[in-house]
């Protein structure tokens, strides 16, 4: 599932289609895509992980990629049909195995900036109390809070609890407050860091801790399960990331 800095990727990739008239239209999904022929793309935005098309009508495309969408721009895979495909004048957009839909109201009505851990508005304090109103939520569910750490996904919340070591099965109220302020900060530094890597194609030589089999600190196997309610892969030192 791609991350909210794999989305604020393709807003920079894309962002020559802004100002531009969407042509045609093709694609498998179920909306009414003919709706978009003819409207100009106003801005594209992101929000986690939300890929935002605003139109210059009062309307708005969100696409979310779920475990496996993909897109291609200005080419399209000869082996599958986008779910949606925007063609303009000399370029195309197409979007793969993801989720689309439209929006009736403003954005800012319905999105919440403060919660993008990519977003200028990104607000630390607003993350650390609504940590502190969940303090049975443990550590590895609370970092795939999307109201919380909009954007964090998997490999970010691997890697967070890896760099401030804290055992993903802490609950939050457990946790010291230093530890809190740790796992916040954290939560958005790895999202810039995985941004930079990935548009470098280092990103998984980067990786510490998902889907590692030995603790680089410990020089021990790491232990790795399905953990807390939302039941995502963990993977762990059990010596050197403490158990709150």
Request: hydrophobic letters at 40%.
């Amino acid at each position: 599932m791609p991350e909210g800095p794999s989305i604020v990727i393709l807003k920079e990739q894309a962002s020559g289609f802004v100002g531009r008239k969407i042509l045609r239209v093709e694609g498998n999904t179920s909306i009414e895509k003919e709706r978009l022929v003819g409207r100009r793309i106003e801005a594209l935005r992101s929000w986690g992980k939300h890929f935002l098309v605003e139109m210059d009508v009062d309307f708005s495309l969100r696409v979310h990629f779920m475990l496996f969408g993909s897109y291609r721009i200005n080419e399209r895979k000869s082996w599958a049909a986008p779910r949606l495909g925007l063609a303009f004048g000399d370029g195309e957009l197409n979007l793969y195995a993801c989720s689309v839909r439209f929006i009736d109201v403003p954005l800012d009505l319905l999105y919440d900036w403060r919660s993008d851990v990519m977003s200028e508005h990104w607000d630390p304090g607003l993350a650390r109390k609504r940590l502190r109103a969940q303090p049975g939520t443990l550590a590895c569910d609370a970092l795939l809070d999307q109201d919380i750490f909009a954007g964090v996904g998997n490999i970010i919340k691997n890697e967070v609890l890896f760099r401030i070591r804290v055992h993903p099965l802490s609950p939050i109220g457990a946790l010291p407050a230093a530890k809190v302020r740790d796992l916040v900060r954290e939560a958005r530094q790895y999202s810039f860091d995985f941004f930079e890597w990935k548009k470098a194609y280092v990103l998984r030589k980067h990786w510490l801790a998902h889907t590692k089999r030995t603790c680089p600190r410990c020089d021990i196997p790491f232990s790795k399960g399905h953990l807390g309610k939302t039941m995502r892969r963990s993977f762990y030192c059990a010596n050197c990331q403490v158990l709150y």
